[in-house]
């Protein structure tokens, strides 16, 4: 198969990872099951944050809409409320 000039653009360019492309590529061809992870594993730094996702959704939800109606709808209380996800353990 020709590669075209595009091609070779495409594989000089500066960020690309094609090593990376290629594993993907052959893990997709590859007939053997994948772990529900996909072979990351949390460390106790990197775990999530139990966090209600109730509380979540709320927050979201007044954030979005004082954006939308530009009126305090409570949503810097609802996020203050919510778990420091930047913290360290």
Do not use: W
Request: charged share 35%; net charge positive.
């Amino acid at each position: 198969m020709a590669r075209s000039a595009d091609d070779e653009e495409q594989k000089n360019r500066p960020g690309r990872q094609p090593e990376a492309l290629a594993n993907f590529a052959a893990t997709a061809r590859s007939r053997k099951k994948v772990s529900p992870t996909g072979g990351r594993h949390d460390t106790p730094e990197t775990a999530a944050v139990p966090t209600d996702p109730d509380r979540k959704a709320d927050a979201a939800t007044k954030v979005l809409r004082e954006g939308v109606l530009k009126t305090d709808q409570g949503a810097d209380e609802a996020v203050e409320a919510l778990p420091d996800r930047t913290r360290k353990p």
